[in-house]
């Protein structure tokens, strides 16, 4: 076996610097365009009593060992949203948090167990406001690294031109000839039959234990994410509220939600929504993603009561979360997450 040089290796590093000093430039630039917009730093701990209700989430976990010798069980966080949003409970308006976060069962071109995740909250503005955002961040980042445009996997496309808004269902009718509206209930209760009978009809393949999430996750994986961000960076609208855990329906129509997602060469950069504000929703939607995460993985996680508390007093208010190492990559165009994190979480190699 090929013994694979460690990322410190004289010969690595001087490749990878030039992809790092661009991400200390583009780091640079974006607490200034924050600082600008009056939005404050804030710092979230990274311990979390629970590091998030999403099924397909997946934590590291500790534990604080108690004066008196119990052990308080504790997890890395997967994103600072539960800190956040008790912050805005407190009374904060614009924050802004450049802060490292952990995932399990994550690692890849585009994935590291331990990124930068680059998450900002306007409170009393609309979550449209935050697309603007992002294709300022795209510009910003674009301009840092003095490129007219971001290639990954040969796709390419302009950073600086408008990006395209596509509701979720008009992109599964343009990519997958698939009529989402069409495989839920009139009060947007999903229909796993009619799924089936869609996907067998698009000629894709599913198992028979596949949930209706699962089916929407597969079509969108293998039709519609490919397709995104190519030319123009693509803001994915509107998910179905079954697939929007954190965000509140649309108020012209509660069988979608107030979510998008950001893509730029197929790859995915953002999740922005209208945060939901009721605690009792949420709490019910954590406990279906919890049901859903002990039947595909055999574990759950505690929902944190001290954030469901505090959102019973948050203020309407968007929010959104950006994968700041990948916004790096295709600015700096470097081809793998790892290029642009400064020491990689080492990995283990077999003799």
Same mark, same amino acid.
């Given at each position: 076996?090929?013994?694979?040089?460690?990322?410190?290796?004289?010969?690595?590093?001087?490749?990878?610097?030039?992809?790092?000093?661009?991400?200390?430039?583009?780091?640079?630039?974006?607490?200034?365009?924050?600082?600008?917009?009056?939005?404050? %730093?804030?710092?979230?701990?990274?311990?979390?009593?629970?590091?998030?209700?999403?099924?397909?989430?997946?934590?590291?976990?500790?534990?604080?060992?108690?004066?008196?010798?119990?052990?308080?069980?504790?997890?890395?966080?997967?994103?600072?949203?539960?800190?956040?949003? #008790?912050?805005?409970?407190?009374?904060?308006?614009?924050?802004?948090?450049?802060? #490292?976060?952990?995932?399990?069962?994550?690692?890849?071109?585009?994935?590291?167990?331990?990124?930068?995740?680059?998450?900002?909250?306007?409170?009393?503005?609309?979550?449209?406001?935050?697309?603007?955002?992002?294709?300022?961040?795209?510009?910003?980042?674009?301009?840092?690294?003095?490129?007219?445009?971001?290639?990954?996997?040969?796709?390419?496309?302009?950073?600086?031109?408008?990006?395209?808004?596509?509701?979720?269902?008009?992109? $599964?009718?343009?990519?997958?000839?698939?009529?989402?509206?069409?495989?839920?209930?009139?009060?947007?209760?999903?229909?796993?039959?009619?799924?089936?009978?869609?996907?067998?009809?698009?000629?894709?393949?599913?198992?028979?234990?596949?949930?209706?999430?699962?089916? $929407?996750?597969?079509?969108?994986?293998?039709?519609?994410?490919?397709?995104?961000? %190519?030319?123009?960076?693509?803001?994915?609208?509107?998910?179905?509220?079954?697939?929007?855990?954190?965000?509140?329906?649309?108020?012209?129509?509660?069988?979608?939600?107030?979510?998008?997602?950001?893509?730029?060469?197929?790859?995915?950069?953002?999740?922005?929504?209208?945060?939901?504000?009721?605690?009792?929703?949420?709490?019910?939607?954590?406990?279906?993603?919890?049901?859903? #995460?002990?039947?595909?993985?055999?574990?759950?996680?505690?929902?944190?009561?001290?954030?469901?508390?505090?959102?019973?007093?948050?203020?309407?208010?968007?929010?959104?979360?950006?994968?700041?190492?990948?916004?790096?990559?295709?600015?700096?165009?470097?081809?793998?997450?790892?290029?642009?994190?400064?020491?990689?979480?080492? %990995?283990?190699?077999?003799?």
């Amino acid at each position: 076996m090929t013994k694979i040089s460690p990322w410190w290796a004289p010969s690595n590093h001087l490749d990878r610097r030039p992809f790092l000093l661009g991400r200390n430039r583009i780091l640079k630039n974006t607490r200034t365009f924050f600082e600008e917009h009056d939005f404050l %730093e804030v710092e979230t701990a990274a311990l979390q009593t629970s590091p998030g209700n999403e099924a397909h989430l997946h934590a590291f976990e500790t534990a604080a060992i108690l004066s008196n010798g119990d052990r308080q069980p504790l997890y890395l966080h997967t994103s600072p949203e539960f800190a956040c949003k #008790k912050l805005l409970a407190a009374g904060e308006k614009r924050i802004v948090s450049f802060g #490292k976060v952990y995932r399990n069962r994550e690692r890849g071109v585009l994935h590291h167990p331990e990124f930068t995740m680059l998450e900002w909250y306007r409170v009393g503005e609309n979550y449209e406001q935050l697309m603007q955002d992002c294709t300022h961040l795209l510009q910003l980042a674009a301009e840092t690294a003095q490129t007219k445009s971001f290639t990954f996997r040969n796709r390419t496309m302009d950073p600086f031109a408008e990006p395209e808004r596509l509701s979720v269902a008009d992109a $599964f009718m343009r990519y997958a000839a698939i009529d989402l509206l069409q495989t839920m209930s009139a009060e947007g209760i999903p229909d796993l039959k009619k799924m089936r009978e869609a996907l067998s009809q698009a000629n894709i393949r599913f198992a028979e234990d596949d949930t209706w999430s699962d089916m $929407f996750s597969k079509v969108l994986v293998e039709k519609i994410e490919p397709n995104l961000g %190519e030319g123009r960076a693509t803001i994915l609208d509107q998910y179905p509220t079954h697939e929007a855990a954190l965000a509140q329906p649309c108020a012209d129509d509660p069988r979608f939600a107030e979510r998008f997602e950001l893509y730029a060469c197929g790859v995915e950069l953002a999740n922005a929504f209208g945060e939901l504000t009721d605690a009792q929703e949420q709490r019910r939607r954590f406990q279906i993603e919890m049901v859903e #995460k002990e039947r595909l993985y055999n574990e759950t996680y505690p929902l944190d009561e001290d954030f469901l508390q505090a959102l019973a007093v948050m203020p309407p208010a968007s929010g959104a979360a950006l994968g700041f190492d990948r916004l790096v990559m295709l600015a700096t165009g470097a081809l793998r997450i790892d290029q642009v994190i400064w020491t990689p979480v080492a %990995e283990a190699h077999s003799e």
